[in-house]
């Protein structure tokens, strides 16, 4: 079993930044892939992110590539998802996920899952 935590949502204004962080309880997450995952009022969840177990392998929605990164300390349990160029339409509640046989999670398919933060933008 897995808990994630996510931390470092809150609110930003457009163009703004912001850093969230998800740190795992077990100490093999260094071999999990990991993910980022949102969800807006109204709207299904849709992927953000995902990195590998090295980190050496990532994929972007096209939503936010170029603006988000995804980065992981496997000595600190942590995955980030640093945030720059925030738009109204990154609001959402963001999703940390783990999986520890996935190559990647674009598929949305994932074992374990955080509980969420919220990401406010406002213009």
């Known amino acids: 079993q897995v808990q994630l935590v996510e931390s470092g949502g809150g609110s930003a204004q457009t163009g703004g930044s912001l850093t969230l962080s998800c740190a795992a309880s077990?100490?093999?997450?260094?071999?999990?892939?990991m993910g980022w995952f949102r969800q807006a009022p109204g709207k299904e969840r849709e992927f953000v992110a995902t990195i590998n177990w090295s980190g050496s392998v990532t994929y972007y929605a096209d939503s936010v590539k170029g603006r988000f990164t995804i980065s992981r300390d496997n000595a600190k349990n942590t995955v980030f998802l640093q945030m720059n160029s925030l738009q109204p339409d990154d609001t959402a509640v963001y999703y940390c996920a783990a999986d520890p046989t996935a190559y990647d999670l674009r598929s949305g398919l994932a074992d374990y899952w955080g509980q969420g933060t919220q990401v406010t933008v406002s213009s």
């Open positions: 077990r100490r093999t997450f260094s071999k999990y892939t």
